[in-house]
C-alpha cells in the first residue's frame, strides 16, 4: 500500500527552494494539504521576497496539489501555524528546514552572527513547533522534523554558531519525542546531504547536482506518515542512503573508593580503560545513564559488593592494573558461616516454585512430614555468602572493576543429603583466571562444611567483561566443563510457570541484588524489569528433574552444571528439557513464551536408584536404635501371640540422622505371631513415626515422653494417631533397656 497523506495539513518552513521544496511537492503529491513557508530571503539571511515561496505554490497547484503560501520569519512561529489553520483547518506535520548560514573562524564569529543562526534556526524551530503543539496533542496526532547537520553531530571548521543551534535542535527533539509520545505526536531529527544554494558554496558543482534533495525526501515523508512509529530517532540521509545514529558509552570505570579521595591520577592512570568502547553500552535515556551513577554510588559506599548474577554487581576503584593470575590464583576468601533452620528450606523451596498444589512438593514444604528435606540445590545458598560479603575486592591480584561482573555458570556437588537445619562454613579459593579476551573468568571454588564434613561443593564461574587482554591462559582443567544435550528430542519436557513475585521471594534466601526487584535498578542494566535470578530457574530445572527422573528423593541427587544464557522475567513460564544418560540427566532450559533459550550445557547427575547413596551408606551403620530394634525383635519371637493380641498394629519406623533418612523398621504385631523386620512396610503400616536416632534414644530411656516429643515436633507421626499411645507397651515395657 503506497503511504497516503489525504486529509493531512503540512507546513514545510524554507519550502522556497532546495531540500523544503521537495518535501513539499511530495507531501502535495500524495494528498496532503501543504503549506509552504519562505522567507525568500538569500542564504545569508538577508532580504525578503514572496517569489520563492509562490513559485513552489505554483508548481504543486499545477499537478492538481492544495498548497498555499506563506512569506513570514519562522521567528514569527504563531504567524505560521495561524495561516495554516486559516487555510486549512489543521496542522498534523510541521517539517522544521528553513535555514540560513553564517559562516565564521569562531575567532571571528560576531554576536550577530552568532545570533541570527540561532533564532532562525534553534528559535524559529521552536516557535512554530510551540505555536502547533497543543493542535497535535489534543488531535492525539502530530508528527515533528527538525533538521540538524552533520556539522551540529561532528563539528565543522568556520561553523560554530551552526553547529551549536543545529545539534540545539536535537536536543529538542529528543525532549519532545518524550513530552509528545502518549499523544501520538513523535518527533524525530535528520541530518541531510544535498546540493542546494546552501551547499553549492562548499561543494563542487558536479556533486551538487548529483546528490538531489529528492534522494532526502522519502525518508521525511516516511517519518511523518501515521504509520511510522518511530520517535527520537537520529538520521543520516543523502544520496539515497539513510542510517541512524545513537549515543554509545564506554563500560567505563570507577576511580573511586570508599573513605578515600578521588584523585586526577587515578583517572589519568585508568583513562585509557575509560575510553575503551569495548563491549560498550548504548543509553538510551536519562534515566539509564543516571542510574548507572546511582549504582557506583551505592556500590562504593557500600564498600564493593558483588552480585552473583548477570548485573552490574559492585564497584571497586583501582589504581592498580588489572589481573594477575599469578598473584590471584590460590587466594582464599575469608570463610563465612551459615546458620539455618527449616525455615530457609522451605523458604528457598518456594523460591525457586515449589507449591502445596503439588502433593509431591510437601516433603520440602512442610517441616512436620515424615520425609520434610532440604532441596538439594539449597547447596548454592550457604556457599554464596562468601561473594555477597565481598570478599573478592580483597583478593590481591584481582584488580577488577565489580560493575562489570556476570554469573557465568554455576556446579554444586552434594556428598551428602543437605541437612534441613545447623550450621555450614565454606572457605573460597579461587581456583583460577582465565582470558578470554573481551572479558576474564574467574573460577571460585567453594567447599562447605558441617563441622568437619565436606557436604557440598560449588563452583562460580564469574565473568568480568572488558577485563580481559591480560596475557592469561584460556582454559583450566579446573573448570567443570557444561554440556551440550544430545541431538535426539527430549525425553521428557516440565512446563512451570514463575510467578509475577518469584525473584522477590527468591531473593528472601539470600541474594539481595536489586537488579531482582528494583525497576530503576535493572533499567540500569539495560532491562525492562527487574529479572528472576539465574539460580533462582537453576533450582526449577533441577526439582524437574528431582521430580521426573528421581522421584523427588534428594539423596538421588549429586550434581548439577548449568550455564546462564539469558534472563528469565518473573511470570513468564520455564520449560525444562531433559535427556537421560544413564544417571545423567542433560537439561536445557526455555522460555517457552520466547523460545529463548536461559540455560544450556546443562546437566543433572544423580545416584543409582540401587546404587550406595550416603544414605544407604549410613543404613544401620552406628545407629544408636539398631539395638533397641534388635531387643524388640528377640521380644518379639519371645512374647510375640501376646503382643498381638494386646496392641494389633503394624507400625512403622523412620529412623532418622542429621536430618536424613537413616534406617526404616516395620513392627508388625497385627499377623501371626508378629514379625520385626528391616525395611519398609510391605502393607500399609497402622501408623508411622518418623524420630532421630538420638531423640528415639531419649524415649526409650524415658527421659523424653512420647507425647512431649510429638508436640515438640521430635517424633512425627502418619497414620493412626491414637496407637502412638501403645508406644510404651513396646518400648518400655519391652525394649527394658
Ligand atoms: P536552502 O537555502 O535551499 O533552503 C533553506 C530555505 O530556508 C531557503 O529557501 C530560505 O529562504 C529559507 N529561510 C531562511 N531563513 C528563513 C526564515 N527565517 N524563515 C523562513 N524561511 C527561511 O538550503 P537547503 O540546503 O535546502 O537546507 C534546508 C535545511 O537543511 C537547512 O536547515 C539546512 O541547514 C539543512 N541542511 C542542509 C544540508 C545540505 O547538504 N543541503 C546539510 C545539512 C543541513
Known amino acids: 500500500m503506497s503511504l497516503s497523506f489525504e486529509g493531512r495539513v503540512v507546513l514545510v518552513t524554507g519550502a522556497g527552494g532546495g531540500l523544503g521544496r521537495e518535501y513539499a511537492l511530495a507531501f502535495a503529491e500524495r494528498g496532503a494539504s501543504v503549506v509552504v513557508n519562505d522567507l525568500g530571503a538569500d542564504t545569508k539571511g538577508g532580504g525578503k521576497s514572496s517569489a520563492a515561496a509562490d513559485k513552489v505554490v505554483e508548481e504543486i497547484r499545477a499537478k492538481g496539489g492544495k498548497a498555499v503560501a506563506n512569506y513570514d520569519s519562522v521567528e514569527d512561529g504563531e504567524k505560521l501555524i495561524q495561516s495554516t489553520l486559516d487555510a486549512f483547518g489543521r496542522i498534523d506535520v510541521v517539517v522544521n528546514n528553513a535555514g540560513i548560514l553564517r559562516d565564521r573562524s569562531f575567532a571571528r564569529t560576531s554576536d550577530l552572527d552568532w545570533d541570527l543562526i540561532q533564532r532562525v534556526h534553534l528559535r524559529g524551530s521552536f516557535l512554530v513547533t510551540r505555536a502547533a503543539w497543543n493542535h497535535m496533542k489534543n488531535q492525539k496526532f502530530g508528527r515533528i522534523i527538525m533538521t540538524a547537520s552533520a556539522a551540529g553531530i561532528y563539528g565543522n571548521f568556520g561553523q560554530a554558531n551552526y553547529s551549536a543551534a543545529k545539534l540545539g535542535m536535537l536536543g529538542l527533539a529528543n525532549t519532545l519525542a518524550i513530552e509528545g509520545r502518549k499523544y501520538n505526536v513523535h518527533c524525530n531529527t535528520i541530518a541531510p546531504v544535498a546540493g542546494s544554494r546552501l551547499t553549492e558554496t562548499v561543494m563542487p558543482p558536479d556533486l551538487v547536482a548529483s546528490l538531489k534533495p529528492e534522494y532526502v525526501a522519502p525518508l521525511v515523508l516516511w517519518l511523518c506518515h501515521e504509520q511510522c512509529q518511530e520517535n527520537g530517532g537520529l538520521f543520516e540521509v543523502g544520496a539515497g542512503w539513510i542510517g541512524k545514529l545513537r549515543w ?8 573511586r573508593q570508599k573513605n578515600q579521595p578521588m584523585t586526577p591520577e587515578v583517572v589519568r592512570d585508568q583513562w585509557d580503560k575509560i575510553c575503551d568502547f569495548t563491549d560498550a553500552t548504548k543509553p538510551t535515556s536519562v534515566q539509564e545513564s543516571l542510574q548507572s551513577i546511582m549504582t557506583v554510588l551505592s556500590q562504593v559506599e557500600s564498600g564493593g559488593e558483588v552480585g552473583v548474577n548477570p548485573t552490574a554487581a559492585a564497584a571497586s576503584a583501582t589504581s592498580a592494573s588489572g589481573i594477575n593470575p599469578a598473584e590471584a590464583v590460590g587466594q582464599k576468601l575469608p570463610p563465612t558461616t551459615f546458620n539455618f533452620t527449616h525455615t530457609q528450606c522451605i523458604l528457598y523451596a518456594l523460591g525457586v516454585g515449589m507449591s502445596t498444589r503439588d502433593p509431591d512438593h510437601l516433603r520440602f514444604l512442610y517441616e512436620g512430614h515424615p520425609d520434610f528435606s532440604c532441596l538439594p540445590t539449597f547447596g548454592v545458598i550457604p556457599s554464596q555468602a562468601a561473594m555477597m560479603d565481598g570478599g573478592l575486592t580483597s583478593i590481591p591480584g584481582l584488580n577488577i572493576d565489580f560493575t562489570q561482573v556476570l554469573h557465568g555458570e554455576q556446579y554444586l556437588e552434594l556428598y551428602r543429603p543437605l541437612p534441613t537445619s545447623g550450621k555450614l562454613t565454606s572457605e573460597t579459593t579461587i581456583a583460577d583466571v582465565l582470558d578470554k579476551g573481551s572479558g576474564a573468568v574467574i573460577l571460585l571454588d567453594v567447599n562447605t562444611y558441617s563441622g568437619d564434613e565436606l557436604v557440598s561443593y560449588n563452583q562460580f564461574t564469574v565473568f568480568v567483561v572488558g577485563a580481559g587482554g591480560f596475557g592469561g591462559k584460556r582454559t583450566s582443567e579446573k573448570a567443570k566443563p557444561s554440556l551440550p544435550p544430545p541431538k535426539r528430542a527430549p525425553d521428557a519436557v516440565v512446563i512451570d510457570s514463575t510467578t509475577r513475585d518469584q525473584a522477590a521471594l527468591y531473593r528472601l534466601s539470600g541474594d539481595w541484588n536489586p537488579l531482582h526487584i528494583d525497576p530503576s535498578f535493572a533499567a540500569m542494566g539495560g532491562f525492562k524489569a527487574p529479572i528472576l535470578h539465574g539460580l533462582c530457574s537453576f ?20 550434581a548439577i552444571k548449568v550455564r546462564f544464557v539469558k534472563p528469565v522475567m518473573p511470570g513468564q513460564s520455564l520449560q525444562t528439557e531433559m535427556w537421560k544418560e544413564g544417571n545423567r540427566i542433560h537439561i536445557q532450559c526455555k522460555v517457552k513464551e520466547t523460545d529463548a533459550v536461559v540455560l544450556a550445557g ?62 526404616q523398621w516395620t513392627i508388625d504385631l497385627k499377623n501371626g505371631s508378629g514379625s520385626l523386620h528391616k525395611g519398609p512396610c510391605s502393607g500399609k503400616a497402622d501408623v508411622t513415626f518418623t524420630v532421630s536416632d538420638e531423640d528415639f534414644m531419649e524415649v526409650v530411656m524415658g527421659k523424653l515422653n512420647p507425647q512431649k516429643a510429638f508436640f515438640s515436633g521430635k517424633l512425627k507421626v502418619r497414620g493412626n494417631i491414637m496407637l502412638s499411645q501403645k508406644l510404651e507397651v513396646i518400648l518400655k515395657d519391652y525394649a527394658k533397656l
Not at 248 to 255: D, I, L, P, Y
Open 248 to 255: 554509545e558509552r564506554s563500560q567505563g570505570r570507577t576511580v
Open 539 to 558: 533450582g526449577f530445572a533441577a526439582r524437574h528433574v528431582l521430580k521426573h527422573f528421581a522421584d523427588n528423593d534428594p539423596s538421588r541427587f549429586k
Open 602 to 663: 546443562a546437566y543433572v547427575d544423580l545416584h543409582g536408584a540401587s546404587e550406595a547413596s550416603p544414605e544407604s551408606l549410613t543404613q544401620g551403620g552406628g545407629l544408636q536404635s539398631e539395638l533397641v530394634f534388635a531387643e524388640i525383635g528377640r521380644r518379639i519371637k519371645d512374647l510375640g501371640s501376646e503382643l498381638v493380641k494386646k496392641v494389633n498394629a503394624v507400625f512403622g519406623w523412620e529412623i532418622t540422622k542429621d536430618g536424613k533418612s537413616a534406617a
